[in-house]
């Protein structure tokens, strides 16, 4: 079955008015062409204005986490059916920043993907080993751990349906570090994770569910992992603050010829 890929930007604490505003025109002018989804996941307080920058365009709005709450006393939190609000289609949950810096458990994130499913978001779940945990255990043995843990929490194995979910394999020591995975180290991981989704949740769930590729990912690279069978799609952090590098990386079936 086809899918069409996902280049999905996160924006991390990063943006102003200012720079959001020639950030998002421009990339709505320079990505028409782009024949993959291409969406961008900004910091919470500007997804009313990238909201009304997107409109009317394909490019589609990502938020950077959401609560596993519904509402109330839960200062500082963003709901699911708040960012549904805002047009918000994507929640990026479980980035290793946040793992790493809030301490977010798996228990957690499967909260956090079982929310945004109830409000009708696509959550983006990151996955992904340490240096130490690639030493210790080996490329695929963390990740699949963390995907069976957040499906579990979230309630979706064996059950009948079938959630719209993204899975980003992140390893961690390629996030930022300008080290990206081969695309063959990409695509290893990526089996697995799909395995591991036709175990857990079916065999069709798991050809329909996008896998994407982050870390380090750049216009120089992004054609090698796209080229991959089981990659779907990648997850882009610095380059997607750069819109020449970004617009580029959206329209990677130029580099690979599809
Ligand atoms: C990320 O933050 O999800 C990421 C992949 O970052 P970078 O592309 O900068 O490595």
């Known amino acids: 079955m086809t899918k069409k890929k996902l280049i999905a930007g996160n924006w991390k604490m990063n943006g102003s008015l200012a720079a959001n505003d020639a950030l998002v025109r421009a990339l709505v002018a320079g990505m028409k062409d782009a024949a993959c989804t291409v969406a961008v996941c900004v910091p919470a307080p500007y997804l009313a204005q990238v909201q009304a920058l997107c409109a009317g365009s394909a490019l589609e709005l990502g938020a950077q986490d959401v609560s596993p709450h519904e509402q109330g006393a839960y200062t500082g939190e963003v709901s699911a059916a708040m960012l549904k609000e805002f047009g918000v289609r994507y ?6 920043e946040r793992r790493q810096y809030h301490g977010e458990t798996d228990e957690q994130l499967g909260r956090k993907v079982a929310a945004a499913i109830k409000h009708g978001l696509v959550p ?3 996955v992904g080993e340490t240096a130490d ?3 210790k255990h080996g490329p695929s043995a963390v990740p699949v751990a963390q995907l069976r ?3 579990a929490g979230a309630g979706l ?8 979910i993204v899975v980003a394999y992140e390893p961690v020591w390629a996030i930022g570090s300008g080290q990206a ?6 695509e290893q991981v990526a089996a697995k994770l799909r395995e591991t989704l036709a175990e857990l949740l079916g065999a069709d769930v798991a050809d329909a569910t996008r896998i994407l590729y982050g870390g380090s990912v750049k216009s120089g690279n992004i054609a090698s992992f796209m080229r991959e069978p089981n990659v779907d799609g990648a997850l882009v952090g610095g ?4 819109v ?3 617009a580029s990386i959206a329209r990677f079936q130029k580099h690979v010829g599809t």
């Open 157 to 164: 194995v064996d059950k009948k349906g079938t959630p719209d």
């Open 244 to 246: 020449t590098e970004f």
């Open 91 to 96: 929640a990026i949950v479980g980035h290793s």
């Open 181 to 186: 995975a081969t695309a063959e180290q990409a």
């Open 133 to 135: 945990d690639l030493e």
């Open 124 to 126: 983006i779940l990151c």
């Open 239 to 242: 380059a997607s603050l750069d």
């Open 149 to 151: 843990a957040a499906l």
